[in-house]
């Protein structure tokens, strides 16, 4: 026959194992809430995630016109920048004409060469 050691032994052991399963549990529950509190809450502000990956909504639709107006001006911009030099509004009859690119070195013996992301452009010492 156990005695009462082995009795307290076995109901303690056994409320442990109990205990943890029990916490495990309740602990994967309420992550469980969390997640699906925060998954509400991105789908209230659009974005929605599922085992298939995520769809953002979006309440702006491009139709043909929009998307041609959208390119023209990103064409623009593009050209308005690549013009060099720029047309300034100082006065000064300084301008460089179309030259090639050894030329550009050697175009005014005052100025100054810097190399800005693999470009290489001259700065004449007239503006400073």
């Known amino acids: 026959m156990a005695s009462w050691i082995d009795i307290i032994a076995f109901l303690t052991t056994t409320i442990l194992f109990v205990g943890t399963i ?3 549990v309740l602990i994967a529950k309420r992550l469980s ?3 699906q509190n925060t998954k509400q809450s991105l789908q209230n502000k659009g974005i929605s995630i599922s085992d298939k990956g ?4 979006t ?3 491009f139709d043909r016109e929009n998307y041609v107006d959208a390119t023209q ?3 623009i911009k593009v050209l308005d920048a690549s013009n060099f030099p720029p047309s300034g509004t100082d006065g000064s009859q300084h301008h460089l004409k179309s030259k090639s690119s050894s030329d ?3 175009a005014d013996n005052g100025s100054h060469s810097s190399k800005i992301f693999g470009i290489r452009r001259t700065h004449s010492g007239a503006s400073k």
């Open 104 to 106: 550009l070195l050697s």
């Open 73 to 75: 001006r990103g064409i």
């Open 54 to 57: 995520v769809s953002i909504k």
């Open 22 to 24: 029990f916490g495990i």
């Open 59 to 61: 309440s702006k639709r």
């Open 33 to 35: 809430a969390a997640v």
